[in-house]
């Protein structure tokens, strides 16, 4: 199988003056996992200082939570179906 990528995929959600992302961690060809999801909500006026940009803001705050950072595949998907 070889070296296991991890793939990161934000799905973003306008609630009122929030945007709600839910952040899941996906490894492997299989995609997503969705017991690794993580919920992020952001008010919209400090999406810039998170990056400005889904994944960034994604990556982000994973490698706070962890400690380590995040490296593998970018994937930005804009519905959770």
């Known amino acids: 199988a070889g ?3 991890i793939g990161i ?8 003056t929030k945007v709600e ?3 899941i961690e996906g490894t492997g060809s299989d995609g997503i996992k969705v017991k690794d999801a993580k919920k992020i909500t952001l ?7 998170y990056g400005g940009y889904g994944i960034n ?3 982000k705050q994973l490698s706070k939570e ?5 490296s593998g ?7 959770l179906k």
């Open 3 to 5: 070296k296991v990528m």
């Open 9 to 16: 995929y934000v799905f973003e959600k306008s609630v009122g």
């Open 21 to 23: 992302r839910n952040v």
């Open 43 to 49: 008010q919209k006026n400090t999406i810039k200082e």
């Open 57 to 59: 803001a994604a990556k």
């Open 66 to 70: 962890s400690g380590n950072k995040i």
């Open 73 to 79: 595949k970018k994937s930005k998907q804009k519905k």
